[in-house]
Structures are given as C-alpha cells and as structure tokens.
C-alpha cells in the first residue's frame, strides 16, 4: 500500500495523541481510581487507534496502549538475574517485637534521624520492573521478573504489560521532574484484588477445576501462565514500593520515593503514613486490621520502613533482611485443630464433596468447625487421615480452607485412613467418576439429596429469589411429600404449608421436665409471604430460571448469554452443539451438558410443568445480526486481540461461516501476525484481506433484525 505522506504524518499524529490520551485515561482509571471518561469512549479512542495501527503497521510501537497483550503465548519465562537480591523482611507478631525492634533501630541509629514509613503489606508477589531509554527522552517497560528466590526471578514481562497500572511509559518531563535516568528499576507488590480473584474461582468451579486457594496462590499462578490473553482476563493490580538506579535504591528516602513514583505514574497504595513512635504504630496497625476486610485486596500485616536513607545505610542488613524494614503480622488468620472424621455430603448435581468435620477452633475472629475437602484428590494430595492435625485457614473470602497436615503433632486416637465411599452416603446408589473429572457422583436421578439440593439452590437470591425456602422449609416440603420437583412448588397453597412441622422442646421451670411438641413451622403470615415470593419468582427471567434448573457448568455469565442468545427455553432445547457454541463462553463440555440436560425425558416434563404454571421462560428478544450471511471466512496467523476462538464464533454469530482452508469459494481471508501459506493463496487466488479491525468494522456494521420465525408469525 502506497500513500502520500502527508497523508501518513496526519495518521501518525493522531496515533501519538490518541495514545496520550488513552495514557492518560489508563492512568485516571487504574491508578488514579477516578476516571474521567465513561468505558465506551475510552473504547472508541482505543478502537480507533486500533484502526490507525491496522493501517499503519509500520507506526505500531510496543508501548502503544493497543500492545498490552502480547500475540503469541510464552514458550516459557527466562531466568534473570536481579539487580540487586529481592530480600524478606523480619517478621513481628505483637507490640513487644515491634518495641524491641524500634529500641534496636534507635541505638544503632545513633544521632541519625529515626522516624517510619508504615505501609500494608500486601499479600501477592514481589516483582522487578526494569525500564529502560525511550525515543523522546521517555523510559518503556523493558523487563518484568518474579522474586523467584531473591537472587533469580522469572521474566515475566508480556503478563505484567497486560495489568492496566503499570506504565508502560514513562514521560521525559516526568523523568526531568524527578532527576530520574531513563534507566531505573521500580519494585512493587502484584495483587489479585478480591473481585477478580472470586471470578477467577467461579469460572474454575464452573470447569470443574479445584478453586485457588488464596488471591496470592492465584496472583502467583497467573503470573506464571503462558497466555498473556488469559492474565489480562484476570485483572491483576500491582502497587509499587521500591525505585532503583543501577541497583541501588534512590537515595530520597521511602517516604519521598513513594512521592516519586506517583509522579512517574505508578500505583502506590494509598494507605501510608510518616510515624515517629511505636504508638503510632500501633494506632496505624489497628486502623489497618479494622479497614482489612473492606479493602478489596488481601494484606497480611503493615510493613514499617525506615524513612531516611542514610540511616538506612547505617543499619544495613542482616543475611536474609535489611534491619531497616520489619513487618508486622496480623494475629493469625489461620490454626490447628484435629479432623474427628470426615463426612460426605451430596450436591444439587449427585456430586459427592468430603468435608472436614474439625474440633471447633477460633480463626480470624470465628470458630470454624467445618471446612471443605473439595474431592477425593484434595485428600491424597493432602495425605489427610481422619485424626489428623492440620492448618485452617481463614482468607479475605471468609471460607475456611484446609491448608496442610501438620506430621509432628501427636494423635492421641490414632489415624484412620479415609476411604471414600462407594455407595451415595444419601441413597445408597452407585456413585461414578468419568473419565479425567476429579469428582464423584451419585448415578440415581432421584436421589433425595439432589432434590433438596436444587431446591435450595432453586430459591436462592440470585437463582430465583425465594427467600422462605431455607433449609428447615425444604425439609419438611420432603418430608411431608409434598414437592418432588422444582415445579411443584409453583402448586402449594396455604393448606400444603401449614402441614409443615417444628419440634419444639419446652421446660417445665418448676420440675425441669421436658416436653416435646410438635407445633407450625410457619404462621399464617409467614405462609403468605412464601406463596408471594414464589408467584413472585414466575417472573425472574429466563437466565435465572435456565441457571434454576441445574445445568452442569451453567452458571450465571453463561445463563445470561445463553438466554441472551436463544430468547425462549423452546428455542435453546432445540439448539445444536454447533448453534450452542455459538455463544461466548460455550464450548463442547457446555454445549455437551445442556444437550444431555434436554435430551433426559424427566427434564423436559420439568420445563413442560414450569411453562404450565406460568413461569416465564422468554428473554427479551435480541436483535440478530445477519450481515455476514453467505460470506465464507478462512482465519490465519495470530490476530491482535482476538483468539482464533472468538473470531470464529464472532464470524458464525454474524451468519457467516468459517473453512480451514482457502478456495475459490472463499470470500475473505483475514490475517494476522505470522501468517503464512494461507495468505499467500490468497493473494494467488485473488481472495480479499482483511485485518482484525476491518474484520471488526464489518461486524459491527449494519446490524439488522432478525426475521421472526415461523412459530414466531403464526
Ligand atoms: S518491602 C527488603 N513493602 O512482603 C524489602 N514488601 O515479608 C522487602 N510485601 O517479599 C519488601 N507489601 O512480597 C515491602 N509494602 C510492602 C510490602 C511488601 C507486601 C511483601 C513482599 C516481600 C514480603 C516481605
């Protein structure tokens, strides 16, 4: 392509104030926390300067806003060599140590200043940002590498480029501000927040995957994924701490470097403060652990610094930690208490989940008695024995987690290998494991368990809100025979739930003799409530109710997209594999699953008496495009953004269709970087190229109704 140039230098002075602009907007809204622009014209300007770049590719530069995630996954992450080594800090648990530890400072301190730089520690990961020369006098992100043990990390730099806080740039003027080289090294905490962390956790839920156990064993494992395009997905955030020149710390101070890297554009956390005593330690220790749990990031402790540099130096370091530094932890979040047995509890789905069934043991502010196994691997991976000792733990999400066996600890009554079971521990039906899953299932469709499970799951808040079908109602629903299915619950009226029970124990106060007595579960007003709350969930909306009746791997992202997709039950049951797959987020094991769903003659009586009692099961109808109907698409080499994945699904969604390979009945090609065979015969055969921008452009273009149906019409 050929083209005037001034032509080319109006494209390339766009491209450089759009990327100042997003810059700018990127910091605002990741560092900043306060954006100035709203989420669709930050896209436009991005999507823009994507179409500019596709134009132009020889104007694209790796620290353009449009590169944060790389195109080709990591072979694997080098080995490099820190600067200087990543050390640890010394560890204080109460008021005592940190007293001891400030009367240590001060007498080697001598007539140098003491005063502290507090800050939280943040439970995640510490990494090294190298930057180095820019064109312009800036600074880029060259270089980003794991801890790894202090002397080595692991460059992992395409997956620290993908989280929005990190600059990539760094501006001449802000160098000149600061007195900074162009080469300088920052060094700081990558966290998973608490959001991203639960989203991560739900989706391996839904994949069947064990959850990560803590937001740090998630943000470490992140790091270290091979697919930038997954990293980015999981929102990471990073704080930074330390600013280097030549591996030596910039000789400010840590109060002033914090300054300094704020004005470089970094994140750095907010909650920080100059001290001069232990008891503002103290007092900033508390405020710390009482805002812990609303912060939306897990901290472990606050880390105490010692401000001035020179003192700093005076103090120096011991083999593993600089006698400058100490961090206090808080009181611990995890204990040890013993297994008395393990039980085996059936889920909505036959799925059996072990559970720890603990001696009670208070950890971070409740007493834990139970803590999920997850499955069977769990245990072995463990080596947990019934009797055993072990670690609990309490994280930010409130779940306790078993952490580890504790081996040196005595077992006052013995060990008992745990064996899981064979039989449903409900029913008594054979359980199965298929074929590269980690759970067990209970095989019968009718076990009692399953119905009180989806029961429960069926009313809760974000399923179809029923709020009165607890636990104590579900039971007794069961008991009396009154529901055998969901659908069941939409023919109760206030005679069927005034059968239900309560045992109630009463005291005589004068002979202490005990009674027991069977009385209402529910009043009268109670009742009605119920029977409101249940006409009321007829109208929760066909993704509620597709996630209600207990798909395998439907949850509510899926739910929604499916419902979004498929506009009505009857439409989604007639769907294909191929249709399913379709939409964002399917793919063979969903599709799989609600084919099997719908294929079950018991589930499809259930969706049939669900449609009688008039519960709704219609989206709101989505405008279907069709303007690539007819159009034959072949995808080669690695597109900016998109997977091969998503284009192709993108492509089908549109009406059009994708091949493997390029003929004359091809209509368009589109290419990527390193594209190879399939483009030259393209061009050999005359086929048009697109890149992924013109491939977006043509989507997004001219979106037409969908013609109704003939069911539809009549
Ligand atoms: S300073 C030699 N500051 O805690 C200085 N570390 O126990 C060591 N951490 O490895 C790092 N928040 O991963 C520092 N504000 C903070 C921190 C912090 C969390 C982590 C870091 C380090 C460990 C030290």
């Not at 994949?207 to 997905?233: E, F, M, Q, W, Y």
């Not at 009718?446 to 709020?467: D, Q, T, W, Y």
């Not at 996630?547 to 997709?565: D, H, K, N, Q």
């Not at 506009?567 to 769907?575: H, K, R, T, V, Y």
Request: charged share 30%.
């Amino acid at each position: 392509m050929s083209e005037d140039k001034p032509g080319r230098e109006k494209a390339a002075a766009r491209i450089e104030n759009l990327r100042a602009e997003l810059r700018r907007h990127e910091h605002l809204y990741y560092v900043m926390d306060a954006p100035a622009i709203s989420d669709a014209e930050y896209d436009s300007l991005m999507n823009e300067l994507k179409r500019l770049e596709a134009e132009h590719p020889e104007l694209v530069t790796s620290d353009s806003p449009t590169q944060r995630v790389g195109g080709k996954p990591a072979e694997g992450f080098g080995k490099v060599k820190h600067s200087r080594p990543m050390l640890s800090l010394d560890n204080a648990y109460n008021v005592e140590e940190l007293t001891a530890w400030d009367k240590r400072v001060r007498e080697l301190a001598g007539l140098l200043p003491v005063e502290y730089v507090a800050e939280l520690k943040l439970d995640g990961l510490s990494v090294a940002l190298h930057y180095g020369p820019a064109d312009g006098g800036g600074s880029t992100l060259l270089t980003a590498i794991t801890r790894g043990d202090g002397q080595t990390g692991e460059d992992v730099t395409g997956n620290i480029r993908t989280i929005k806080s990190v600059p990539l740039t760094v501006s001449a003027v802000a160098l000149k501000k600061a007195g900074l080289p162009q080469a300088f090294e920052v060094r700081g905490e990558a966290v998973m927040p608490l959001a991203a962390f639960a989203r991560m956790n739900e989706e391996r839920e839904a994949d069947g995957l064990a959850p990560a156990v803590n937001p740090r064993n998630a943000a470490a494992g992140t790091l270290r994924t091979l697919d930038s395009k997954i990293v980015a997905r999981r929102r990471l955030d990073l704080y930074a701490y330390f600013l280097l020149v030549d591996g030596e710390y910039w000789p400010q101070g840590q109060s002033a470097t914090l300054q300094t890297l704020v004005s470089l554009g970094f994140r750095v956390n907010r909650n920080r403060k100059l001290l001069k005593s232990v008891e503002e330690m103290t007092a900033f220790i508390e405020d710390a652990e009482a805002r812990r749990s609303s912060l939306g990031y897990e901290i472990d402790g606050v880390v105490l610094k010692v401000d001035a540099q020179a003192t700093q130096e005076r103090l120096g370091y011991t083999g593993r930690a600089p006698r400058w530094g100490i961090a206090y932890k808080f009181t611990a979040q995890s204990a040890v208490t013993m297994v008395r047995d393990i039980i085996v509890q059936v889920g909505r789905t036959g799925k059996l989940t072990p559970v720890a069934d603990l001696v009670p043991v208070f950890v971070g502010g409740t007493t834990v008695s139970r803590a999920t196994l997850h499955n069977a691997d769990f245990i072995a991976g463990l080596g947990l024995k019934i009797g055993d000792w072990i670690k609990v733990e309490r994280g930010g999400d409130v779940i306790p987690k078993v952490v580890e066996v504790i081996e040196d600890h005595e077992h006052p009554r013995g060990t008992t290998e745990f064996a899981f079971p064979a039989q449903c521990p409900e029913c008594g039906s054979e359980v199965v494991r298929a074929e590269g899953e980690v759970d067990w299932r209970c095989v019968n469709a009718s076990c009692p368990a399953k119905l009180r499970e989806s029961l429960l799951h069926f009313g809760r808040r974000s399923v179809m809100n029923i709020e009165g079908l607890g636990d104590a109602v579900v039971q007794q629903l069961l008991e009396k025979e009154l529901v055998s299915s969901v659908a069941d619950l939409y023919s109760l009226d206030e005679e069927a739930l005034g059968k239900l029970k309560k045992e109630v124990v009463r005291v005589d106060k004068k002979t202490n003799e005990k009674t027991a007595k069977s009385e209402a579960l529910l009043g009268p007003k109670a009742i009605r409530t119920l029977l409101d709350q249940i006409e009321n969930s007829k109208k929760a909306g066909l993704a509620r109710l597709l996630m209600g009746l207990g798909i395998r791997f439907v949850g509510e992202r899926t739910a929604e997209f499916l419902a979004e997709e498929f506009g009505s039950i009857q439409a989604l049951e007639g769907a294909s594999a191929q249709e399913l797959e379709r939409v964002e987020e399917v793919g063979p094991r969903i599709s799989q699953a609600i084919i099997e769903f719908f294929s079950q003659p018991a589930n499809k009586e259930l969706v049939k008496r669900l449609n009688e009692a008039c519960v709704e099961m219609e989206a709101e109808k989505k405008m279907r495009s069709t303007q690539l109907e007819g159009l034959t698409f072949v995808l080669t080499g690695t597109l900016p953004t998109l997977s091969r994945e998503e284009a192709k699904k993108r492509i089908e969604a549109a009406g059009g269709k994708t091949a493997g390979s390029v003929s004359k009945n091809t209509d368009f090609v589109v290419a990527g970087e390193e594209a190879g065979s399939k483009l030259d015969k393209a061009h050999k055969l005359g086929v048009p190229v697109l890149s992924e921008p013109e491939l977006l452009a043509k989507l997004g273009a001219d979106i037409t109704p969908r013609k109704p149906t003939e069911e539809e019409q009549s």
